[in-house]
């Protein structure tokens, strides 16, 4: 069993950073693929990044690349979603997610585990 727990989120301007953090308990992280999804009021479940299990593949949303990066750090058991030029469509709550086979993959049916979410609000 896996925990995800997302910090980091809160209210930005347009044009501002944030940098969320997503921390996982076990010791099975390094073999897990992670993303991260979003959802915003009215609106269905979207991907927005993943990362591989070693971190060495990565894939992104068309409507966030350039202005956001996933990475991994193995040691911490720590994912960071890192977002840039933030646009107030961007407003969402934001989840963590982990993928048992390690492959980052963009369709939620195949995460695993979730955590609780993050709110992100770009005020304009």
């Known amino acids: 069993q896996v925990q995800l727990v997302e910090s980091g989120g809160g209210v930005v301007q347009a044009g501002g950073s944030l940098r969320l953090s997503c921390a996982a308990s076990?010791?099975?992280?390094?073999?897990?693929?992670m993303a991260w999804f979003r959802q915003a009021p009215g609106k269905g479940r979207e991907f927005v990044a993943a990362i591989s299990w070693s971190g060495g593949n990565t894939n992104y949303a068309d409507s966030v690349k350039g202005r956001f990066t996933i990475t991994r750090d193995n040691a911490k058991n720590t994912v960071y979603l890192q977002m840039s030029s933030l646009k107030p469509e961007d407003t969402a709550v934001y989840y963590c997610?982990?993928?048992?086979?390690?492959?980052?993959?963009?369709?939620?049916?195949?995460?695993?585990?979730w955590g609780q979410g993050t709110q992100v609000t770009v005020s304009s």
């Open positions: 997610a982990a993928e048992v086979d390690g492959l980052a993959y963009s369709r939620p049916e195949r995460y695993d585990y």
């Open positions: 076990g010791r099975t992280f390094s073999t897990y693929a």
